[in-house]
């Protein structure tokens, strides 16, 4: 992360520490304010480039992370963002990506909302933080759990293939099971 002379950076990638990637306007422009557990800053760039740049970061395009949330659990329009499953960054944004005023929250970090009137919602973040946004509240919510599937998705994938490779792994190692007990063959064994 590279911070100007201004207090705004050039660079960033999202952390596990990010809570929220929203619009501000800058001038005549739309930067981003990104907001992580205690600190804050400016970035030229919108939230839509964040989100890209950090997917890119963690080793995947923008496109191939909508493309999986399609695969896994069938999302494609406001889809939400598996960033870096490994550590839990999923972020969801509050309307069509496209439009200007899309926010991205970590899904993560909102431990609480409520309804404000028909059109708004208060988020309450980890660090006791609250925002107001102009997202009704059953929308937020739907976007929230829609999230929490796709976290529990790759989750299950990821330890399906742990165990497959567990079982692979002991296997051509000597491991061998027979009723409920496994015995361990150890290279002594093999030589007597």
Not at 35 to 59: A, N, Q, R, Y
Not at 149 to 157: D, E, G
Request: glycine fraction near 4%.
């Amino acid at each position: 992360m590279k911070e100007n002379n201004q207090g705004i950076i050039e660079e960033y990638e999202i952390t596990p520490h990010t809570l929220m990637v929203s619009p501000i306007n800058y001038g005549s422009k739309i930067y981003a304010r990104i907001v992580e557990m205690e600190d804050e800053f400016i970035s030229p760039f919108k939230p839509l480039e964040i989100i890209k740049k950090s997917c890119e970061f963690f080793g995947s395009s923008y496109e191939g992370r909508k493309q999986g949330t399609k695969q896994l659990i069938n999302i494609t329009h406001k889809a939400p963002i598996a960033i870096d499953p490994t550590s839990s960054i999923f972020f969801f944004p509050t309307t069509s990506p496209l439009r200007p005023q899309c926010i991205w929250l970590s899904h993560e970090h909102v431990v609480s909302y409520d309804r404000l009137d028909s059109k708004h919602t208060t988020i309450t973040f980890r660090n006791r933080q609250t925002i107001d946004i102009a997202v009704s509240c059953s929308s937020f919510e739907n976007q929230l759990h829609r999230t929490s599937f796709l976290k529990t998705k790759l989750i299950q994938r990821i330890e399906e293939t742990k165990r497959k490779s567990f079982y692979l792994f002991t296997e051509a190692n000597g491991v061998k099971a027979s009723r409920g007990n496994v015995k361990v063959y150890t290279a002594l064994d093999i030589q007597n």
